[in-house]
């Protein structure tokens, strides 16, 4: 393991792409206002139709001495194709915000724009960390321990070796740095704990997982019921699995949340019985308040890039705000590249295909 | 669509395992005993240690005037490779109550012991319908709408664009001929509802069963939310995208479930006001009582499987022998068969193989 000490940065630039999502400028301005609040070391570049910012803008007169406006008109789509977007929307606010970020005007961007054009925008202009072959998507999940963060939840339909291990870095660096767990635990998602259980490159994964120092605590194999159960602060998969799982969460609470509204909703009685229990079903619906969990962070990338959900509120889109600041602040990008360094160096002791090669062909026969 | 007027079988011989999951003979018999109160054609073949049965059928005399034993010393245990029970465990419990089916003296197996022995053993056994490449596991999950099927659950790590085809068919006949719903509606899980979404096998099934002529309606592409949502009725997936998406609803029906007990059972007022909300909470119990799901249903074999859950008890038990017992009476397997061979008619019209490749290229350059 490398070493870790990285310098707080003390002051914050974030680039704010104002016209994505549902609500625009109205969830982004009142947003960005709610994270000023917490982290007074942060300033905003913000990248959109300059009309629209400033009406809204003028109701937070102490966010307006943390702002620049950067005027521009063009507007990337919730439905255009990621192709399209790279091509078309060279001037949109969502393409300069990323820009300020390369050209070192800015050190994180938020979007709640398109994701697929974000993550295309995102890699063609910041690129990847060296020793990162492919970014992830990772986002924090409640869980009955606290959250557990999941990676890819979507950037990549199918997973390497090599990808698994990447992100397992980077997730365990994040649970480190950025959420200050001193030794995180990780598992990679499977579907048993059996070494012989689910895909070739998974299993070769784990091989290579279980032989190297890594930051964290490798803890092999978890299953879809861990992440609820946060047995571990750490899940890595490839993003198809993970967009799946993460989506089947979200339906799966919408469903417990149904069922309530409706044992409790439809009759006169069970109204009075919620209006009893109002102060504990208070605390539920807080626990699992899903804006608290805003903020799908593409990691791996030479940048710190934000994707606040296309619905969220002003509530939802400041914890996606301060996600990047916390970034940004604990020099995120550079711990992953000293863990990089650190893992390259391990490489050259171990042969790795060997090893890989080696205990594949053990479990076959086992 | 082929005919689907099936004469309802009478009367209804089903094989227990008796030896399996948690509790064995305590779980198997007084679940037995359940279901034979609501399916009064329906009779038992008991496979196990007969003084192990018999203790505990003493105490159920109506069911024991509808049981025979079979008598067998040697158990399938929980954690036994699937290679090794197939190898030594021809006289098992479990090996003999598949045997019952294949040789006509039972119509159903149904058994709570380890999962990937029985699904070795039913496939050597029983092997597949004519025309299914490979079985599936389908299970129930409550909805917000009711409850969906969804397959495959762990049975096939990947699968090609005919396994998927073959699935939807197991799928919508099991809803159409088992659960009575006239046009059942199905998908195909995948990380987007667009045609160029997801892997290349998805494409390709999704392009054929929007031209085939199936039993219920196809949808298209669902997400993973739409699993809690009850969007469709049927939902298909290769097994490791299946497996993960099951357990993940697991894991976070788990962690509201926790949350609601934290909230109102660590303090006198929580619980004071739990004791007012009880009987919506009650309500909210029955409704999402995974016990009336239990029963993975192997879909696809010549000949009935049931695998019930390791640590079902009597009640979660008799729900996986009725669910057996209605896929016998309503000859799932014929009504397979007939929409297997209009499949097969079909075929001969389409041109698969030009439709999939003209399909998956206007894709590729969309």
Same mark, same amino acid.
Do not use: W
């Given at each position: ?143 009955? /321990?606290?959250?557990?963060?999941? %990676?890819? +939840? @979507?950037? =990549?339909?199918? *997973? ?130 899903? /804006?608290?969990?805003?903020?799908? %962070?593409? +990691? @791996?990338? =030479?940048?710190? *890039? ?61």
């Amino acid at each position: 393991m490398s070493d870790n000490s990285i310098n707080k940065k003390q002051t914050i630039t974030i680039a704010l792409d104002c016209m994505g999502g549902d609500k625009g400028v109205h969830a982004v301005i009142p947003g960005a206002a709610r994270a000023a609040k917490q982290m007074p070391n942060v300033s905003f570049l913000l990248f959109g139709r300059k009309n629209d910012i400033q009406s809204v803008l003028v109701k937070y007169p102490k966010l307006e001495n943390r702002c620049e406006i950067v005027h521009c008109d063009d507007v990337v789509a919730g439905d255009d194709k990621p192709s399209a977007a790279l091509r078309s929307g060279r001037k949109s606010s969502m393409r300069l915000a990323i820009n300020a970020v390369s050209e070192g005007r800015a050190d994180c961007i938020v979007s709640s724009g398109n994701t697929g054009a974000l993550m295309a925008m995102a890699k063609l202009v910041l690129k990847c960390l060296p020793g990162i072959h492919r970014p992830a998507i990772a986002s924090l999940i409640p869980t009955v /321990r606290g959250s557990t963060l999941v %990676l890819d +939840l @979507g950037a =990549n339909l199918t *997973c390497n070796e090599d990808n698994y291990i990447q992100f397992m870095i980077l997730g365990a660096v994040y649970a480190k740095a950025v959420l200050g767990i001193s030794s995180p635990t990780a598992g990679l998602l499977n579907i048993g704990t059996e070494d012989t259980k689910g895909h070739e490159m998974l299993q070769m994964a784990k091989a290579i997982l279980a032989q190297v120092e890594m930051p964290g605590e490798f803890k092999g194999f978890v299953e879809g019921d861990d992440i609820g159960k946060g047995t571990v602060d750490v899940i890595v998969t490839d993003g198809f699995t993970g967009n799946v799982a993460l989506k089947t969460a979200e339906g799966i609470g919408h469903l417990f949340r149904e069922t309530l509204q409706d044992a409790f909703g439809k009759s006169l009685f069970g109204r009075l019985a919620y209006l009893l229990a109002y102060k504990p079903f208070s605390k539920v619906k807080k626990r699992l308040d899903h /804006r608290v969990y805003n903020g799908g %962070l593409f +990691l @791996g990338l =030479n940048g710190v *890039c934000i994707k606040s959900h296309g619905s969220a509120d002003d509530y939802a889109f400041s914890h996606a705000v301060i996600a990047g600041a916390k970034m940004v602040e604990n020099g995120f990008n550079t711990v992953v590249a000293n863990e990089i360094k650190a893992l390259e160096n391990q490489k050259q002791k171990h042969d790795f295909d060997e090893l890989k090669h080696a205990d594949i062909s053990e479990m076959a026969s086992a």
